[in-house]
């Protein structure tokens, strides 16, 4: 599971989310720890979650012939 839920891994401000993520700042050493990059962008940690059960879910609607 996810360690931070409520914090993205970078940007500034509450919640590390009213700014993106720009070069002068130093991202979390544990991206999959972590469900947002920033304040918009979801994790890689997250994407694969997110796309591996919304394949579960298509696959068996592709497979039907």
């Known amino acids: 599971g996810f360690k931070y839920t409520s914090e993205a891994c970078c940007g500034v401000g509450k919640y590390k989310g009213q700014l993106l993520c720009i070069p002068v700042l130093k991202p979390c050493v544990d991206r999959k720890d ?17 796309g591996r059960d919304l394949f579960s879910i298509v696959k068996p609607i592709i497979n039907d012939p």
Do not use: I, K, Q
Not at 34 to 50: G, Q, S
């Open 34 to 50: 972590y469900v947002f990059w920033d304040a918009f962008h979801p994790t890689e940690a997250t994407n694969e979650l997110l």
